[in-house]
């Protein structure tokens, strides 16, 4: 059975820039969440989507947002790059939405904001 | 607001040893706990869940166990290998269903 898959793994953009990140559940999985790691915050949640509509969301600006395709794929974008968003961003598939349900995650998409 | 602290920060070990992580979180109304691996620039992978009606979980040469009223968890490592070495992080969940990570604890496994 494939894991949660990421893309791109790795990305560089430009503050100001916008950038979009993939994130492919494991199959049969239907909820998704979306998580920052930096080495001076940690993890940090952004947002889940179940059944394509956001369920929970962080203390982030809105600046950051995604999405959930009918497959359950999900995408996020941040708008506005600013160097403090360079980080490693996580996303997790589980089964569905709710305490009982284990998290898999992704290997990342690293990014690089200069 | 829920809090997560692991101690120690950061561990040295040579290998063979057997070794306990802590993890501690503020608020005892939890849903479950959950103990992942990270190695560097990478994904977490999941070790252990332990719901809140349980006290502890196995698997292999992990143990964790759950302490609601204390508000801990501890992850023993039974005869450490380096192929252990890694980030541990612990994650616990509680009524808004959304998990609060601790700072974790960098392992080092030497042979």
């Known amino acids: 059975k494939a894991g949660v898959t990421q893309t791109p793994r790795y990305l560089i953009k430009t503050r100001g820039q916008q950038v979009t990140l993939s994130c492919s559940p494991i199959?049969?999985?239907?909820?998704v969440s979306w998580y920052q790691q930096t080495p001076g915050q940690g993890l940090q949640f952004l947002f889940e989507?179940?059944?394509?509509?956001?369920?929970n969301k962080g203390n982030f600006p809105g600046r950051f947002s995604g999405r959930q395709f009918s497959n359950s794929r999900s995408e996020m974008n941040v708008s506005t790059l600013e160097l403090g968003d360079s980080a490693l961003y996580l996303c997790?598939?589980?089964?569905?939405?709710?305490?009982?349900?284990?998290?898999?995650f992704g290997p990342g998409t690293r990014l690089t904001v200069t | 607001k829920q809090e997560v602290t692991q101690i120690p920060a950061a561990l040295s070990v040579p290998e063979g040893e057997n070794l306990v992580l802590n993890c501690s979180f503020t608020?005892?109304?939890?849903?479950?706990l959950q103990w992942f691996r990270q190695d560097p620039g990478k994904g977490l992978t999941s070790l252990l869940l332990?719901?809140?009606?349980?006290r502890e979980q196995t698997s292999g040469r992990l143990n964790a166990s759950l302490d609601k009223s204390s508000g801990r968890s501890t992850l023993y490592i039974a005869a450490s290998q380096p192929g252990d070495s890694a980030t541990y992080l612990c994650?616990?969940?509680?009524?808004?269903?959304?998990?609060?990570f601790g700072r974790g604890t960098s392992l080092i496994v030497h042979p």
């Open positions: 608020d005892s109304a939890i849903y479950n």
């Open positions: 332990i719901q809140s009606s349980q």
């Open positions: 997790a598939s589980s089964l569905a939405q709710g305490p009982a349900y284990e998290q898999y």
């Open positions: 994650a616990v969940k509680g009524g808004s269903y959304i998990p609060t």
């Open positions: 199959s049969g999985h239907r909820s």
């Open positions: 989507y179940f059944s394509e509509t956001q369920r």
